[in-house]
């Protein structure tokens, strides 16, 4: 048997961005962030995600300037780490995700909270200046906002995307609310997770149009 569908990846792609564009309300962004939005939409395959996409007034501009000026990507995940485009990066970027080191499980415990949030605690310095994706863990989000409350170190954006239904939302309402001034792109609601931020990610990757 003999399906009948479009095999030209070219015609692909461009169908699917027309069909976003046909299908999202877009008028609020700017022009760097429609086209973070549209690659975010297109990794989830659902339209409607525009209206829960909050960016903060300089999170394009300034995960640019710092992706183009060599700063690093921190990671809550492996996932996450494995959906950059690692050929379009501007500076050869190096990408973080501590959730492997082998201290990981110990300091878990020491601070009472889980790997993931464990592997945010090791990130360190490394955070002043970086670009952020936590695009799985509440738990990391929350605690990275607990770590910055006390430290000066300052990324220069956080994109706050976990997923899931205990603490994805309220974490992400609390990255908006921040009063330390950080610039960050998040997934209001329960959505989120690695696809969509490594689409966020990836078309932060590209030069300004």
Known sequence: ???????????????????????????????NEDRVAVRMIHACGSTDLAADIVFSENACSAAMTALQGGAPILVDTNMVASGVTRHRLPAENEIVC??????????????????????????????????????????????????????????????G??????????????????????EYIAVRGRRGGSAITCGALNALTLPSE
């Open 1 to 31: 048997m003999k399906y009948d569908y479009i095999t030209d990846g070219a015609e692909i792609y461009r169908r699917s961005f027309a069909t976003i564009r046909a299908e999202s309300d877009l008028a609020r962004f700017s022009e």
């Open 98 to 159: 501590l959730l492997r080191d082998e201290s990981v499980a110990d300091l878990a415990k020491q601070i009472g909270n889980t790997r993931t949030a464990a592997a945010v605690e090791l990130w360190g310095e490394r955070i002043d200046g970086a670009v952020l994706a936590i695009g799985n863990a509440p738990t990391a989000l929350f605690h990275l906002l607990e770590i910055l409350q006390d430290k000066p170190w300052r990324p220069a954006v956080v994109l």
């Open 161 to 182: 995307m976990p997923v899931g239904f205990i603490g994805a939302a309220e974490s992400k309402e609390a990255l908006i609310a921040n009063d330390l001034g950080l």
